[in-house]
């Protein structure tokens, strides 16, 4: 038995092809897409605050939750800009990113082990963690959005002032 020669594609790039080039800008998002962000960060956001505002445990222990889900939102964003700025071009220490990516997983790792070890209801323990997921997710996309429209935007008149 003779196997089978699968074919082959050669790509050929000419003078003017440059491999290194930055991606294409991104199009502006839909209004449909930017207002479901938005609200899946304030879902998420106000969702997790409820449930730590009803949550019968120590002031110290919501205090840790409420801060572990500011360093999760700020640590997501920093992370989302960094990897987009890098991926534009723009110069970003390898230093910072990694911070970036340390904190995320950090904020992450903090979230887990306080689930593990409180005596919350295993369904509360879930409800804890999607909403913070989703949040995470949530500010992700719109820091995307903010950025995404911001290329899209005129630049400002000027009146004639000076």
């Not at 207002?35 to 969702?47: C, D, E, F, P, T």
């Not at 730590?52 to 640590?75: D, H, I, P, Q, T």
């Not at 989302?80 to 990694?98: C, F, H, M, N």
């Not at 323990?125 to 899209?152: I, P």
Request: cysteine-free; hydrophobic content about 50%.
């Amino acid at each position: 038995m003779r196997s089978a020669e699968l074919p082959t594609a050669t790509i050929v790039l000419g003078q003017n092809d440059d491999v290194t080039s930055p991606p294409p800008p991104s199009a502006k998002p839909t209004a449909a897409f930017v207002g479901a962000s938005w609200a899946a960060l304030v879902l998420g956001v106000v969702a997790f605050l409820v449930g730590l505002w009803n949550a019968a445990m120590a002031r110290s222990e919501k205090g840790f939750y409420a801060a572990v889900l500011v360093l999760g939102l700020f640590a997501a964003i920093s992370l989302q800009k960094s990897v987009r700025d890098r991926a534009e071009g723009i110069p970003v220490t390898a230093l910072y990113l990694g911070l970036s990516w340390a904190v995320v997983g950090i904020a992450i790792v903090m979230l887990v082990v306080g689930l593990w070890s409180s005596t919350l209801e295993l369904s509360e323990k879930g409800f804890y963690g999607l909403a913070f997921a989703m949040t995470l997710f949530a500010a992700v996309a719109v820091q995307k959005n903010v950025r995404d429209s911001l290329q899209h935007r005129e630049p400002p008149q000027h009146s004639g002032f000076t």
